[in-house]
RNA sequence: GCUCUUGUAGCUCAGGGGUAGAGCACUUCCUUGGUAAGGAAGAGGUCACGGGUUCAAAUCCCGUCAAGAGCUCCA
């Protein structure tokens, strides 16, 4: 997994298809779209007070656009998490600085009052209007409402059809609505950006205008220092100021650079899950970075995920052959494809080295469950738009594991993998997370192999996901397609949600390596394998800790963990004396030995988010004590050296928050 | 990958057709101070890169690279 966080895709049956050779289903990933897109009356009756104004809301933007823009075509405006979007098709392309004057339009059709009124239609009267460019707009025009005819017709035959008219804006629109335009006294535009029609990147790009909206201005006003709030804990700024990582150019986009500081934490995280892996009967192993692409092909990973890899690596000799023969490139990617000439891969996964690992050799019953464990880096070529800070990366190394086990033994081993995963989120204190359980679509073939290990597979990890006490939601369709999985999955300071852990049973790969074991009868079986990542990928990982604690590590995650601060350079021998004597304890101690002053040196520690500062004067100095200043608790007063050395090699032991 | 926005000193940013600015950081000197900024001086930039327009481009135009937001994608 990794910033993907899957190890296969779930939702590409051309993939799937050609994975497993079963034949093509009925699933249509535009139906789903649409679906998607499409809420039912019975939800829309549900939304919020919030969402309903928010919504209105959005009818005020689209009023205030088609005022300023009469030739705009609007298509779905619907509320979200942070406060609503309209989606529009406009010649004119909105930028930033027409805000204010959205805004101006809003606020004059708010200050209207106009009343919002459900006008039920036929659908030939719908239709009318749409062809008549009336829907979305304040009157008649030469362009029929393109994108409404077309809603329309997702429209079921059995429901209902509604316009809604605020003032001279009239639109299609299910509704519910706030009674009048006077309810949306607290919005602000916020930006603009594009989305695809319906979102399929088949379909046009329209302008999606994003806004929010609350009850009152100071909803609207904590909303927004939240998240001016939420920017200061951004990992890509704190990464910068903390010294934490660097993505450098010329070595290559999303390519973390992991700076001294980030590495330290990164290191200790890795000797955390060591010990935990170490106390569960895990092995840890080494592999390389690439691997032949004959491995790929077996495993699937080469043929079927060429576009997010890095191209293959080829023989210098094997090129110079192949440039005598006059071979263009694209004869060359067919013959790599087709297994003509062999080259590497760096690998996109660490699963297929494992896995050679565990066949090295027979394996017998009593060998399993056999847990290969290792801190594996895995090149992915994402899309450049993806790219994002340090969570989502082009390499990363993923904390990775993959167990090989009996059929019996696929529950037993969920539940150390689930207790492995609550252990580091308890020690981390991240609480603020989401589990979800992908099982296979019932309705649907799209999964690999015999549906009864699937249901009792997926049994399991509902079974284990209960047994994790954390709320946890059910998808059917969201497993991945070789087997179902749990996902543990966190957001980021601007609501981005990112998966981190997961645990996914795999009867895929087993098969397609032709694995086995012998049994208790003397005769081979088939182990289920088992890949589960806690952390997911060290580099997300460590991004979303970054924004978890707000760069405030806790003392054993902190690269720097005390600052001594000399009054003055006087106290500079005593200051060393401290300095070894930590040091020997193995903390991470620097001396501020500059001819600041105190307030400054403690200034700059505060903003480095050092736990604690000792300030030494001449009292310390004459009672061999140290003056201890926390980071968040401020002064703690004194005591002496050895004291605050066993107390603090004790907060470290022990991991504490 | 797509749309829009952005790219000026190590960092944060101002400026903007006529040979480059601030604060912080850095270096040196003075200061030796008790819980979030003591003072002075100095050094530091091919204004992302490549083309074009112009007497003249950091500034305008085109392209490339990179970043940000969103969409799409994420084995």
Redesign the pocket.
């Known amino acids: 997994?990794?910033?993907?966080?899957?190890?296969?895709?779930?939702?590409?049956p051309d993939?799937f298809f050609s994975l497993t050779q079963n034949p093509p289903s009925l699933f249509d990933?535009m139906a789903e779209?649409e679906a998607?897109q499409r809420k039912t009356l019975e939800e829309r009756a549900q939304m919020s007070d919030l969402e309903r104004l928010r919504h209105s809301t959005a009818h005020v933007l689209a009023t205030a656009i088609a005022k300023l823009w009469p030739d705009a075509q609007f298509a779905y405006g619907p509320p979200?998490e942070q406060g609503f979007?309209y989606d529009v098709d406009l010649e004119h392309?909105?930028?930033?600085e027409d805000f204010p004057a959205i805004e101006a339009e809003m606020k004059k059709v708010v200050k209207e009052n106009q009343s919002f009124e459900r006008l039920v239609v036929s659908r030939d009267e719908a239709l009318t209007m749409a062809k008549s460019g009336r829907l979305a707009a304040l009157g008649e025009r030469e362009t029929p409402s393109t994108f409404k005819i077309d809603l329309l017709e997702e429209i079921p035959e059995d429901e209902e059809i509604s316009i809604y008219k605020n003032g001279d804006f009239w639109d299609l629109c299910a509704g519910p609505h706030v009674p009048r335009t006077g309810n949306c006294k607290a919005f602000k535009v916020?930006?603009?950006?594009?989305?695809?029609y319906?979102?399929?990147?088949n379909n046009p790009?329209l302008?999606?205008v994003?806004g929010t909206a609350f009850k009152n201005k100071t909803e609207l006003e904590e909303h927004l220092d939240r998240l001016e709030q939420a920017k200061e804990r951004?990992h890509?700024?704190l990464g910068?100021?903390l010294d934490l990582f660097h993505?450098d150019?010329a070595v290559?986009?999303?390519l973390i650079l992991w700076m001294p500081n980030g590495a330290v934490v990164r290191q200790e995280l890795q000797t955390f899950i060591s010990e935990e892996l170490a106390k569960q009967g895990y092995s840890q192993v080494f592999t390389p970075h690439i691997g032949k692409l004959d491995l790929?092909r077996t495993s699937?990973?080469?043929p079927?995920?060429?576009?997010?890899?890095y191209p293959p690596l080829v023989e210098r000799e094997q090129l110079r052959l192949l440039a005598d023969e006059g071979c263009s490139c694209g004869e060359l990617s067919n013959r790599l494809s087709s297994g003509d000439i062999d080259g590497f891969l760096l690998k996109?996964?660490n699963?297929p080295h494992h896995i050679k690992i565990f066949a090295s050799r027979p394996r017998s019953y009593r060998d399993l469950p056999v847990r290969l464990a290792e801190f594996g880096t895995v090149?992915?070529?994402?899309?450049?738009?993806?790219?994002?800070?340090m969570t989502?990366v082009r390499g990363f190394t993923q904390d990775d594991a993959h167990l090989f086990c009996t059929e019996d033994q696929v529950a037993d081993e969920i539940m150390g993998c689930l207790s492995l995963v609550k252990t580091i989120f308890n020690t981390l204190g991240m609480e603020d997370y989401r589990v979800r359980v992908g099982l296979r679509d019932p309705d649907s073939d799209k999964f690999a192999g015999d549906p009864e290990k699937w249901d009792k597979a997926g049994a399991a990890l509902r079974d284990a996901a209960e047994k994790l006490g954390a709320p946890f939601t059910e998808e059917p369709g969201e497993a991945?397609?070789?087997g179902p999985k749990i996902d543990f999955v966190v957001k980021d300071v601007?609501?981005?949600?990112w998966?981190l852990g997961t645990v996914?049973v795999d009867y895929v790969l087993p098969e397609r390596f032709d694995l086995s074991y012998i049994g208790p009868d003397n005769k081979p079986h088939r182990p289920v394998m088992i890949?589960r990542a806690p952390f997911g990928s060290m580099e997300r990982f460590v991004g979303v800790l970054i924004e978890h604690f707000a760069g405030k590590f806790p003392t054993w995650l902190a690269p720097e963990q005390v600052r001594i601060?000399?009054?003055?350079?006087?106290?500079l021998d005593f200051a060393t004396e401290v300095e070894t004597e930590l040091k020997s304890a193995g903390v991470r101690v620097t001396t501020d030995a500059?001819?600041?002053?105190?307030?400054?040196k403690?200034?700059?520690a505060?903003?480095d988010k050092i736990p604690y500062?000792l300030?030494?004067?001449?009292?310390?100095?004459?009672s061999k004590e140290v003056?201890?200043?926390h980071?968040d608790r401020?002064?703690a007063g004194?005591c002496g050296v050895v004291a605050f050395r066993e107390r603090l090699v004790e907060e470290i032991r022990s991991r504490s928050l």
């Open positions: 997994m990794g910033p993907g966080g899957r190890w296969f895709e779930s939702s590409r993939h990933p779209a998607k979200t979007y392309r909105i930028t930033p916020m930006s603009v950006a594009s989305a695809f319906k979102g399929d990147a790009q302008q999606r994003y951004d890509r700024k910068k100021e993505i150019e290559g986009q999303g790929y699937g990973h080469f079927y995920y060429q576009d997010s890899q996109p996964m699963c090149y992915r070529w994402e899309q450049s738009g993806e790219l994002n800070g989502r991945a397609f070789y601007i609501g981005r949600e998966q996914q890949h601060l000399p009054i003055s350079e006087k106290f500059s001819s600041d002053k105190i307030g400054a403690i200034r700059l505060q903003i500062m300030v030494i004067g001449a009292r310390e100095a004459e003056s201890i200043r980071r401020g002064d004194s």
